[in-house]
């Protein structure tokens, strides 16, 4: 069964923090996503990365950066939490532009 | 700019009374249509990709098809556990690498 795992559920964080959320697949897949998603804004793209080392800006990039420094694990960095980044966070991976993405559970992260 | 826009943005349904969820895109070339289901608190999970207008495929009682402007997922005597929020998403020709673009959802209620 494909896995895509971030390291928190729920997470508080102080605003000023800098907060690390971690997601790891096992499937081998070249291609990894950040998403937020806050009601009536849908899903929207923060980062991606298309290999090891390889990152491109989504749609909302801003207040964020990301580290892929092996295959299977993509790193969401917010250099200083704001109130405004409180929202669910979805990792992704995909193995190529004809395949399904896998999504992890989800990290709702609350800057407070 | 590819953009995706989903209809109605909410639905309530009692059991046993079919209907159909919109998904209208417009994209430069469409390389695939994404179907995902997403649970309160969960990420989203696959459904249903489609490729090429005329394509339709069914699962249990939900049938996605698809046309060169829209897509429309049928759902056919659904039940209590149907109740979900419905996304699409479009992966375009032209777009950067394997990134979907992803439309509001649906959120579908289903009362017993």
């Known amino acids: 069964d494909v896995k895509v795992t971030q390291s928190s559920r729920y997470l508080v964080k102080r605003t000023g923090e800098k907060v690390f959320l971690e997601c790891v697949q096992d499937?081998?897949?070249?291609?990894m996503f950040w998403y937020r998603q806050d009601p009536g804004l849908g899903l929207r793209l923060i980062y991606f990365s298309y290999d090891v080392k390889m990152k491109e800006k989504g749609d909302i990039p801003e207040g964020y950066s990301v580290s892929r420094e092996k295959k299977e694990r993509f790193s969401l960095i917010l250099e200083s939490a704001s109130t405004n980044q409180t929202s669910m966070y979805l990792c992704?991976?995909?193995?190529?532009?004809?395949?399904?993405?896998?999504f992890g559970q989800g990290t709702r992260l609350t800057v407070v | 700019e590819d953009q995706v826009t989903q209809s109605p943005e909410a639905l309530r349904l009692q059991e046993g009374e079919s209907s159909s969820l919109n998904c209208s895109y417009t994209v430069s070339g469409l390389r695939g249509l994404f179907w995902y289901r997403q649970d309160p608190g969960k990420g989203p999970e696959f459904l249903f990709t489609l490729y090429s207008a005329g394509e339709e495929k069914e699962k249990e009682r939900l049938k996605a098809t698809l046309t060169k402007k829209e897509s429309f997922l049928h759902i056919t005597a659904p039940k209590p556990e149907d109740s979900a929020t419905y996304l699409c998403a479009v992966q375009a020709w032209e777009t950067s690498g394997s990134r979907l673009t992803f439309g509001e959802g649906t959120q579908l209620t289903v009362n017993p």
């Open positions: 499937m081998d897949h070249e291609n």
């Open positions: 992704a991976s995909r193995g190529g532009p004809y395949t399904e993405a896998f």
